[in-house]
């Protein structure tokens, strides 16, 4: 089999890898990939978004099935565009995608299947959004979200009236956001336990994969600024067997059978965004592709081949599909640049990556990173996930650890407490 991941990513690095133990695949492709990823796979010099060009090299050389990355090529229509030349692919068309591309179609969608989530107004001017603010009864801290897809940046946590007003300015005024920005999603500030909660489904059928726990924060104890991920681990500590029946009863299944009802058949990963509140699970919001970092902590706690499941999915056949796992804990850590989140420095040297992979139980997934004469330098803002397994969320913990030691270059920043609430709920247990 030859198989396109589109994507360049430590997601989609992770995917590759698991991809490339496959004993029926032959070829890898990745587009473009990034040097971590050409040991595992061919990088095909294609951006994500130009979905035509991917559709043609799919064609030429006979892909026999893609697996997309990131939401943008998928709200753009990728899987429509491969669909109409019968070229397999995993994820869903550009209509099931709105679920993640547009925040007030989602919202919607949630109150038309009483798909438990925060409550919620949606403006379109600042007046109506000032409006709104004064007579809502939720008071602060509330949450302003941008319609369309922001990197992450579009969601604001208001703790007063004063940075709600600087919301509004920005995104209704000031129009940072462009068309993204042209509605935004006002909504009551939920208390909790963030976890993230993966199924995978055919259009009809949701079969569950693990939980995991990401840490948006820059800095330790969750200060600092949000950025794409700072690490993760998985399983998460916070979804215990009620939790998870809640989830999996109250959101993942009503929204695949909603999505359906509503001529918008979902097949592909669904990714739901939870908060965990005294109340029970909230949905904070749907993404329609893996997370990163938490396609990583998956990838390497997956015992079963992964591109059955991914071809029955594709197929409508995941009453096929048993998933095995291992009872292993998974840990990562992101090695990030100096001045990230902001503008990264970029071309330091990178050493130790070969020292922290042959650390028993450690993967090293690349992200921001590009080779000069033969070396690897720094590239971006996310520069490495290092990713470890263990028997114990201690182990595991102290193996990832001993990777992101490993590997030095100049300005690398980490957090230094991923996993220590799974540590500290084991032991209370
Ligand atoms: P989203 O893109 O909707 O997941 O929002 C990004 C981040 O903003 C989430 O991961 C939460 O940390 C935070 N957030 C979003 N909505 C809410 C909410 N209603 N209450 C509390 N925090 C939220
Ligand atoms: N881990 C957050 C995301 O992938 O959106």
Not at 127 to 132: H, M, S
Not at 166 to 184: H, N, P, T
Not at 254 to 267: E, V
Request: charge should be neutral; hydrophobic fraction near 45%.
């Amino acid at each position: 089999m030859k198989v396109l991941v589109v994507g360049s990513g430590a997601r989609e690095h992770a995917l590759s890898w698991k991809i490339r133990s496959s004993p029926s695949v032959k070829e890898v492709y990745c587009a473009p990939g990034n040097p971590g990823m050409a040991r595992v796979a061919d990088r095909v010099p294609i951006d994500p978004s130009a979905i035509v060009e991917l559709a043609d090299f799919a064609e030429k050389i006979k892909i026999d099935m893609t697996l997309v990355g990131p939401e943008l090529s998928l709200t753009l229509g990728i899987v429509d565009e491969f669909q109409k030349r019968d070229l397999p692919i995993f994820g869903p068309t550009q209509a099931a995608a709105a679920i993640e591309g547009s925040k007030v179609f989602a919202k919607e969608f949630m109150t038309r299947y009483k798909i438990p989530t925060a409550p919620f107004d949606i403006v379109a001017t600042a007046e109506e959004a000032r409006a709104v603010l004064k007579k809502r009864k939720g008071g602060y801290p509330v949450v302003l979200k941008v319609d369309g897809l922001a990197s992450g940046k579009g969601v604001v946590v208001a703790k007063d009236k004063k940075e709600a007003d600087q919301a509004i300015e920005s995104m209704l005024v000031e129009k940072r956001f462009g068309v993204a920005g042209e509605r935004v999603v006002i909504e009551d500030c939920l208390e909790g336990s963030e976890a993230s909660f993966f199924a995978l489904s055919d259009g009809e059928r949701v079969l569950p994969l693990v939980t995991c726990q990401d840490y948006k924060r820059l800095q330790d104890a969750d200060r600092g600024p949000n950025t794409g991920g700072m690490g993760g681990y998985s399983p998460s500590v916070h979804i215990d067997a009620d939790a998870f029946r809640s989830v999996m009863d109250g959101i993942m299944k009503p929204t695949i059978a909603g999505m359906a009802a509503d001529g918008r058949p979902y097949r592909g990963i669904l990714y739901a965004g939870l908060m965990l509140t005294k109340e029970g699970p909230r949905l904070l919001e749907f993404n329609a592709r893996f997370g990163d970092p938490e396609a990583e902590l998956i990838a390497v706690r997956m015992k079963s081949d992964i591109v059955p499941v991914l071809q029955a999915t594709l197929a409508g056949r995941l009453e096929e599909i048993n998933i095995e796992w291992l009872k292993a804990r998974s840990v990562c850590v992101v090695l990030a640049a100096k001045g990230y989140p902001g503008e990264p420095s970029t071309g330091d040297a990178i050493a130790g990556i070969d020292a922290a992979e042959k650390l028993e139980g450690v993967e090293v997934f690349h992200a921001g990173t590009a080779v000069k004469s033969g070396a690897y330098m720094t590239s971006g803002g996310r520069v490495l996930v290092v990713t470890a397994l263990g028997g114990s969320f201690a182990q595991a913990v102290q193996r990832c650890y001993a990777g992101a030691e490993a590997i030095q270059f100049d300005g690398k920043q980490h957090r230094t407490d991923i996993a220590r609430e799974a540590i500290e709920a084991v032991a209370q247990k």
